[in-house]
C-alpha cells in the first residue's frame, strides 16, 4: 500500500484524448478526487502502514504477498470427506453426533485397532483416517461406544456427524463437563 499525493496527478496525462469522452472523464476522475477528505493524522498513518507491513511482503518485482505466522502443530490434513452439513473435514475436528452435544468425536490419521464386535478383541490393525469418541459422561466410557471407529462416509451419515470446532480452537469440547 502507499500514499499517492492526488494534487501531483496530471489528468491530461492520465486520460489522454481531445474527445469529448476522455475530457468528461478528466473533469470525472478530478471531481472525484476533490471531493476526498485530505486532512489526516500522519502519525496515524504511519503507524496503520507499520501494522500492515508486519502481514505483507514483497519480492524483487514488487509483487505482494500476505505473511501469515504458521503454528506448525495447528496444520492438519483434509480428509477428503465432508460432515452432513457439506462442510470439510480435518484432522484434529470434533464432530458432533446426532445433533446431541455429548455424543462428541475427535478426527485423527493412524494407526487404530480393528476389533471383533462380538468378543472386543482387537483383530488387527490399520492405518487410515478415523474417529476417537471424547470422553463426555458415563456412556461414551463404555465399550463398545468408547472404541475408535473408521472415519467413513457410511458413519458420517449414519451418525448424522458435522464439524463443532477442532481441538485448537476449542479445546473446551474435550473436557468432561461440556453439555
Given at each position: 500500500?502507499?500514499?499517492?499525493?492526488?494534487?501531483?496527478?496530471?489528468?491530461?496525462?492520465?486520460?489522454?484524448?481531445?474527445?469529448?469522452?476522455?475530457?468528461?472523464?478528466?473533469?470525472?476522475?478530478?471531481?472525484?478526487i476533490?471531493?476526498q477528505?485530505?486532512?489526516?493524522?500522519?502519525?496515524?498513518?504511519?503507524?496503520?502502514?507499520?501494522?500492515?507491513?508486519?502481514?505483507?511482503?514483497?519480492?524483487?518485482?514488487?509483487?505482494?504477498?500476505?505473511?501469515?505466522?504458521?503454528?506448525?502443530?495447528?496444520?492438519?490434513?483434509?480428509?477428503?470427506?465432508?460432515?452432513?452439513?457439506?462442510?470439510?473435514?480435518?484432522e484434529?475436528?470434533?464432530?458432533?453426533?446426532?445433533?446431541?452435544?455429548?455424543?462428541?468425536v475427535?478426527?485423527?490419521?493412524?494407526?487404530?485397532?480393528?476389533r471383533?464386535?462380538?468378543?472386543?478383541?482387537?483383530?488387527?490393525?490399520?492405518?487410515?483416517?478415523?474417529?476417537?469418541?471424547?470422553?463426555?459422561?458415563?456412556?461414551?466410557?463404555?465399550?463398545?461406544?468408547?472404541?475408535?471407529?473408521?472415519?467413513?462416509?457410511?458413519?458420517?451419515?449414519?451418525?448424522?456427524?458435522?464439524?463443532?470446532?477442532?481441538?485448537?480452537?476449542?479445546?473446551?469440547?474435550?473436557?468432561?463437563?461440556?453439555?
Amino acid at each position: 500500500m502507499r500514499l499517492i499525493d492526488a494534487d501531483k496527478i496530471d489528468f491530461n496525462e492520465v486520460f489522454v484524448g481531445a474527445s469529448e469522452f476522455a475530457q468528461d472523464t478528466r473533469n470525472a476522475a478530478q471531481m472525484l478526487i476533490d471531493n476526498q477528505p485530505t486532512d489526516f493524522d500522519l502519525d496515524k498513518v504511519v503507524e496503520q502502514l507499520d501494522k500492515v507491513s508486519d502481514y505483507y511482503e514483497f519480492d524483487e518485482q514488487g509483487k505482494e504477498h500476505v505473511q501469515t505466522e504458521i503454528i506448525p502443530e495447528t496444520l492438519c490434513q483434509f480428509t477428503g470427506l465432508c460432515d452432513k452439513n457439506g462442510n470439510k473435514i480435518w484432522e484434529n475436528d470434533i464432530l458432533m453426533c446426532h445433533g446431541n452435544p455429548k455424543d462428541l468425536v475427535k478426527v485423527l490419521f493412524g494407526e487404530f485397532g480393528v476389533r471383533n464386535i462380538e468378543t472386543g478383541s482387537i483383530v488387527d490393525k490399520v492405518v487410515g483416517w478415523h474417529y476417537e469418541v471424547v470422553p463426555t459422561d458415563a456412556i461414551s466410557r463404555c465399550e463398545p461406544f468408547c472404541w475408535p471407529m473408521p472415519l467413513t462416509e457410511y458413519y458420517i451419515d449414519r451418525c448424522e456427524m458435522e464439524v463443532v470446532g477442532n481441538i485448537f480452537d476449542n479445546p473446551e469440547l474435550l473436557q468432561e463437563e461440556h453439555k
